[in-house]
């Protein structure tokens, strides 16, 4: 996130972050939202953990809300 942030400060084109991200950066105008109409924008996200060990309390409550494949 850190060197999107600063690619797209530097003027090396546009980024696309989450607001939660760019806070700082939107908030002191370094970088500024573009709004876009017509684009869905989709990612996939994995959850990590140390080997051995299961999540436990919130981190496990919050991947019992996700959807799983396979």
Known sequence: TTA?????ESGAGPC???ELALG???SSRRL?????AGVRLRRQ????WPSGHRPTGPARDL???TARDG
């Open 24 to 26: 700082e950066e939107l």
């Open 45 to 48: 996200l994995r959850a990590v």
């Open 32 to 36: 500024v939202k573009i709004p876009v």
């Open 63 to 65: 991947l019992s809300l």
């Open 16 to 18: 696309v972050l989450s």
């Open 4 to 8: 999107v942030k600063g690619a797209a």
